[in-house]
């Protein structure tokens, strides 16, 4: 049995949707607590390099789910750099230090 192109198609586009949702989760949490202590600045950066790289490729390979799912990423990626950025200028709170070990 094969599969229609069309199919892998859709399963492309699932995909994308699912890829697309991984950050909202965050998104939502950082804007509730207005806290972006927890995310890494770093990882944000390399995150939101590798979305841009994907976008390019998937310009250039007229890939639909490609670009959709990087865009959404990127555009929520953007906005937590943005948060991180806000929120440390409204004096949010240091992060808390682990306690010393005996």
């Not at 207005?34 to 600045?41: D, E, H, P, V, Y």
């Not at 799912?69 to 950025?85: D, E, Q, S």
Request: glycine share 8%.
């Amino acid at each position: 049995m094969t599969l229609a192109p069309a199919v892998f198609g859709d399963i492309g586009l699932v995909a994308a949707a699912l890829s697309a949702l991984t950050f909202f989760p965050q998104v939502v949490h950082t804007w509730r607590t207005r806290s972006a202590n927890g995310l890494s600045g770093p990882m944000l950066a390399i995150g939101a390099s590798s979305m841009v790289l994907w976008l390019v490729y998937g310009l250039h390979e007229h890939n639909l789910p490609i670009l959709l799912g990087n865009a959404v990423n990127l555009l929520f990626t953007l906005l937590l750099v943005f948060f991180k950025h806000h929120f440390r200028q409204l004096g949010e709170p240091e992060k808390p230090r682990p306690a010393p070990q005996p």
